[in-house]
T-cell receptor, first 112, second 114 residues
């Protein structure tokens, strides 16, 4: 089957750096994605890693280690507007079918 | 380019009734996935459609079903509603391709079962 684990909550102060970890189990792994969801809003795509290494997009970076079935999202120069839930998601499957499975989400609280 | 649209946005139903939710993907997107979101449970995968074919299904009872039309629009149906079906139902579209990883979500349909 497929499963993901990520912390339920993280708190950090404005201007700081925070890392949200995600470990996963899946068959037919294609890649690890990250989504952000503000209260009352829809999830929005942040980043995607198919290969090992770090991908940087502005203040956000995402890392993947396929051998460790592990990834993380790094948020730098935290702003109050970054307070949201962050979901890691695994795209996996085989010729019988593909699906994207989401973790339960990490609630990030940014304090002034 | 218009985003993913879902109708209705809010719905209140009674136990035992059935409901149909609709999703229109971004133009050119042929894959549509459905998710159920409840507090503390994250997004639970329901099913994914591509070119009118169900490509995969999550672990939900048979009361949950869906379909996709030739214009890529999709509907999901829940029959014999239960209180536990109260949730936000999200639809997401993506480009064709088995490795399509970037999904665009609609605003969701908030279903309340009383």
């Amino acid at each position: 089957g497929q499963s993901l684990e990520q912390p339920s909550e993280v708190t950090a102060v404005e201007g700081a750096i925070v890392q949200i970890n995600c470990t996963y189990q899946t068959s037919g792994f294609y890649g690890l994605s990250w989504y952000q969801q503000h209260d009352g809003g829809a999830p929005t795509f942040l980043s995607y890693n198919a290969l090992d290494g770090l991908e940087e997009t502005g203040r956000f970076s995402s890392f993947l280690s396929r051998s460790d079935s592990y990834g993380y999202l790094l948020l730098q120069e935290l702003q109050m507007k970054d307070s949201a839930s962050y979901f890691c998601a695994v795209r996996g499957g085989n010729t019988g079918g593909f699906k994207t499975i989401f973790g339960a989400g990490t609630r990030l609280f940014v304090k002034a | 380019k218009a985003g993913v649209t879902q109708t209705p946005r809010y719905l209140i139903k009674t136990r035992g009734q059935q409901v149909t939710l609709s999703c229109s993907p971004i133009s050119g997107h042929r894959s549509v996935s459905w998710y159920q979101q409840t507090p503390g449970q994250g997004l639970q995968f329901l099913f994914e459609y591509f070119s009118e074919t169900q490509r995969n299904k999550g672990n939900f009872p048979g009361r949950f079903s869906g379909r996709q039309f030739s214009n890529s629009r999709s509907e999901m149906n829940v029959s014999t509603l239960e209180l536990g079906d109260s949730a936000l139902y999200l639809c997401a579209s993506s480009l064709a391709g088995l490795e399509s990883h970037e999904q665009y979500f609609g605003p969701g349909t908030r279903l309340t079962v009383t």
